[in-house]
Every structure is written in structure tokens, then in C-alpha cells.
């Protein structure tokens, strides 16, 4: 069973309805026996970084804990910022560290906040997504983003102007700054390839 | 390169979709669960609903259409209509609206912006600015609150600016003089905030050919179009829009 991390923020609904969606027994819980028993864990996560955190409270030693186990993870939008080391969204704050970087404002320049459909160029060995081509359009909405410095860390990258780290991949863990639970038909695929990605891991 | 959106726009009353000309003269256009699951497979970008009833009682309503709509549709939505509260904010949210956009309350309590930007994040939080061409002066523009009932004395263009800096992400801008009529989008006023400020703004009230949208882009300087009447009586399907702007040159998701 896949967990999605309840924490009482927005659009844990949403990504619970997209798995239900796509057929994957799914289940939304803050309880520690649910989080460690999960064959995946989804940290989803619509806030501003420092409530984010501070909403998830403990469970954040936890879910660091499990990922270490290597349980699958993925982190959606400010939930994947917050796989990274900080963040200075309103304020300066610790993340989960789980991957090297640092969450900064995107540059001035350009439209902010990144809203709407960009295309992310998908490299071949990321099996999140397998099946999906070259490239895609996903939905971001997001004004800041994470720098990441982690050389263990597969990257996709979309067009911002520069290149903007859209996904990342660290053995286990993976982090999609784009939501593919609103982002249509392909961002069920990104979920799909994950609940695949959960099963082969906990058979 | 990120793609000019393609949003439709429903306007929810007593739990249907309807549409007038100047914010009058509803006509009914559907079931908005529905509409919106068609419009998510025809290749909308994002969805608006606005609860133009917004009533205590019609709160609830909202709050359960959103989570029928988020069962259905797998594309970001907006809600709006009466919101005041950050509370009545994160409901939306969690019941699975992308964003959230605020209008009166925002004017009568401008600080709703920032409280819901520093909890929210600004990317969730959209202005909705109600604006015709002033009498008195006519370069400008006013705004109008209460769904449009009732003008004020604020200009709309720095309202705007204003409302950047409180913390909206987002200004969905609509001309109450285009609104409903198909003869074009308001392009000065839509010019005129985008120039101005550096969040996306949606270009919204007028649409009625396919020219329309691109003026709105090309010549307003709008990051995405709105639009109602000319999708809702399918004069013109999503994939129609989309491919007549990719002939023109301007990216869209096909």
C-alpha cells in the first residue's frame, strides 16, 4: 500500500484521488505504523515552506528515518522542496536534508511565480518515467526552487529560462517539483511508474 | 518554454454552470462536474470556478462541489467566489482546489493576501480584479466588488501592483465592459497590468473568436485567457483554440 503523508495541508486529497484514480490502494495517514508498513511513501504538500515543516512536525524524523531504509519516497512540489537541505521562502528553514541543495527564489527576470504547463526533458534512466518519450508538458506552480548540489542525484530539467531542476532522482527517493497529479494524462503515467516503483520494492 | 493557458471559466449558481453578458442575464450551461471532466479530457489547462451565488449556505455547496470536482478532474482548478478567510481557504485546498482566488475580501481587508501567502505560498493565491473604464477619468480603469454591483473609487492598474506586493501570484483580470459580449477582450486594460506587474496575469471577459485570444496574448501581454460563453455553447472546442495559437506561433500543450 501506498501512504500519502497526511499533515493537513493542501492537495493531499487530490494526490489520494489520483492513485485511487489509477487503481493503487492507497491510503491517507499521519500514523507511524502506516508509515512504516507502506510499500511507498507520497509527501505531497501545497503551503509556503516554513509551514509546511513546522505542520509536519515530528513525523519529519520519521519519514527521514524510513527513507533511509530505502523505501520508496516522492515528494510533490513543496513537498519535494522539502527533501532538500533549506529553504528561504519567507524566512530561513531546515528541510529534510535527504538530498544536497538549497531552495531559493526563482530568478528575477521573468514572470513569478513559474505557473502553468512547461516541457521537461525526460532522460532515459529515470524510471519515473518509463514509457512517457523525450519530453512532456507537466504543471508547475511554484516560486521558488531547489539548487541542487547532490552528485548522487539524477536530475530532469525544464526551460525557465535556465534550466530548472523539475525532478529529481537519489536512489529511493524521487521529487517532482511540477504536480502530476493535476498535470492530465501524463502525470497519472509519473504516478503510475511510481506505485510500480513501490510494489517491486515490497512485493 | 511554458505554454500560454487555455481557461475556461465556470460560473456556479445552485449548483450549476451558467453565464450571463455584463455579469447579467444567466443562461444555463450545465453540470459543473461535468463540464469541468470534459473540459480536463479536451486539453483545458486549468479550470475557474466561481461561486457566484457565495452565500453562507451556498459555502458548503462549494466546498463539496470542489471535492466531486477533484475526484474528476486531473488538471489544477481555482476556486472563488465570497471567500474572506484564510480558514475558508485552506478548506478549499485541502478539498482539492490548486488555488484560490479572492476579490471583495481582499479589498475590504487587503492583508488576506499576505496571511495567505505566507501559509499557502503566493503561487496559490489569485487576485481577482472586476474592472471597468472609469467615467470620470477615461484612461483608467475602476474596480468593482461585490461580483461587480458595487464601483469603487480604486484604480484598478495600481490595485493591482498593490495586490503583487501583498502577496498575490496571480491576477485574473476581467473587464465588465467586454464581459459576456464576444466582442474582444478589454487589450489596454489587459496591457496595462501586465506591464505593470511581474506575476501572470489572466486576460478574462470578451472572448468570442479565436483572434481574440491572441490579441489578448500578443498585444495585452496576457499569460493565459479566459473564456466562458464561446466554450461553454461550443462555438469553438479547447483543441481548436490551441491549434489555431500553435499556427500562430505562440506555444501551447496540444
Not at chain 2, 455584463?22 to 450551461?29: P, Q
Request: aromatic residues 8%; negative net charge; hydrophobic residues 40%.
Amino acid at each position: 500500500m501506498i501512504v500519502v503523508i497526511d499533515y493537513n495541508v493542501g492537495n493531499v486529497r487530490s494526490v489520494c484521488n489520483t492513485f485511487r484514480h489509477i487503481g493503487c490502494d492507497v491510503k491517507l495517514s499521519c500514523e507511524p505504523t502506516d508509515i512504516q508498513g507502506a510499500a511507498g511513501l507520497v509527501l505531497p504538500g501545497v503551503a509556503a515552506f516554513g509551514y509546511a515543516m513546522s505542520a509536519l512536525g515530528p513525523l519529519a524524523e520519521l519519514i527521514k528515518k524510513v527513507a533511509r531504509t530505502g523505501k520508496p519516497l516522492l515528494g510533490i512540489c513543496v513537498g519535494y522542496q522539502m527533501l532538500f537541505e533549506k529553504s528561504s521562502e519567507y524566512g530561513r528553514h531546515t528541510g529534510l536534508g535527504l538530498v544536497s541543495g538549497n531552495v531559493v527564489p526563482i530568478p528575477s527576470g521573468r514572470t513569478i511565480p513559474h505557473m502553468g504547463w512547461n516541457i521537461v526533458k525526460l532522460p532515459g534512466d529515470m524510471d519515473l518515467f518509463s514509457g512517457l518519450g523525450d519530453e512532456k508538458h507537466f504543471y508547475f506552480a511554484h516560486s521558488f526552487y531547489a539548487e541542487v548540489t547532490d552528485n548522487q542525484t539524477k536530475i530532469a530539467y525544464t526551460d525557465y529560462g535556465f534550466d530548472l531542476p523539475a525532478t529529481v532522482q537519489k536512489a529511493n527517493i524521487y521529487g517532482t517539483q511540477f504536480h502530476p497529479e493535476k498535470s492530465g494524462k501524463t502525470g497519472l503515467k509519473v504516478l503510475k511508474n511510481f506505485a510500480r516503483i513501490c510494489e517491486g520494492t515490497n512485493p | 518554454m511554458l505554454a500560454t493557458r487555455i481557461i475556461p471559466c465556470l460560473d456556479v449558481k445552485d449548483n450549476r454552470v451558467v453565464k450571463g453578458i455584463h455579469f447579467l442575464n444567466l443562461r444555463d450551461a450545465g453540470d459543473p462536474v461535468e463540464l469541468g471532466a470534459r473540459y480536463s479530457d479536451d486539453g483545458a489547462d486549468e479550470l475557474v470556478f466561481l461561486d457566484i451565488t457565495a452565500t453562507i449556505r451556498s459555502r458548503k455547496t462549494i466546498v463539496e462541489l470542489v471535492e466531486k470536482v477533484a475526484e474528476n478532474v486531473f488538471i489544477p482548478f481555482t476556486v472563488g467566489g465570497g471567500i474572506q478567510t484564510v480558514e475558508q481557504m485552506d478548506e478549499l485546498l485541502r478539498s482539492g482546489a490548486e488555488k484560490v482566488s479572492v476579490n471583495t475580501a481582499a479589498v475590504q481587508n487587503p492583508n488576506l493576501l499576505t496571511e495567505a501567502a505566507r501559509r499557502f505560498g503566493n503561487q496559490c493565491v489569485v487576485l481577482a480584479i472586476d474592472a471597468r473604464r472609469s467615467k470620470k477619468n477615461p484612461d483608467k480603469w475602476q474596480i468593482c466588488v461585490k461580483a461587480g454591483s458595487e464601483p469603487t473609487d480604486i484604480d484598478a492598474v495600481e490595485w493591482a501592483a498593490k495586490g503583487e506586493k501583498l502577496g498575490a501570484g496571480e491576477i485574473l483580470l476581467t473587464s465588465m465592459d467586454a464581459d459576456g459580449t464576444r466582442a474582444g477582450y478589454d487589450i489596454e486594460l489587459t496591457k496595462a497590468v501586465s506591464d505593470t506587474v511581474n506575476i501572470p496575469v489572466i486576460a478574462s471577459g470578451g472572448a468570442g473568436t479565436l483572434e481574440h485570444l491572441y490579441e489578448a496574448i500578443i498585444d495585452g501581454g496576457a499569460d493565459a485567457v479566459l473564456m466562458a460563453s464561446i466554450t461553454h455553447f461550443e462555438n469553438y472546442t479547447i483543441k481548436q483554440m490551441k491549434e489555431y495559437l500553435a499556427g500562430r506561433g505562440i506555444p501551447v500543450n496540444l
